[in-house]
């Protein structure tokens, strides 16, 4: 089963920020993230809806594999993190 990925957001604020901006440096599905379709109701909500390179298993015991590695390298970089960490945004999977 794959997992779909929606816009990150915080209760602290009304600015969504979408889960594959590329100062969060999440990792991508191969080919890309591609949105997947919504409703009228998803667009109205503001829901950006993707597809990720997580998959979802049922019933299978396996143990955790390394996805992508990624590195901040910049204090703007580092501090971007820093603060979106505190101003409790979250994902929504």
């Known amino acids: 089963m794959s997992l779909t990925v929606n816009a990150m957001t915080s209760q602290h604020t009304t600015i969504p920020y979408d889960y594959y901006d590329t100062r969060f440096k999440f990792c ?16 109205l909500f ?3 809806v993707y597809n990720s390179p997580f998959e979802l298993f049922m019933e299978k015991n396996e143990t955790c594999k390394v996805l992508c590695q990624v590195e901040y390298k910049t204090a703007e970089e580092t501090n971007f993190m820093i603060d979106k960490i505190q101003e409790d945004y979250v994902m929504n999977w």
């Open 46 to 48: 503001g829901d950006r």
């Open 28 to 43: 991508t599905p191969v080919g890309g993230p591609q949105p997947n379709a919504s409703s009228l109701g998803a667009v």
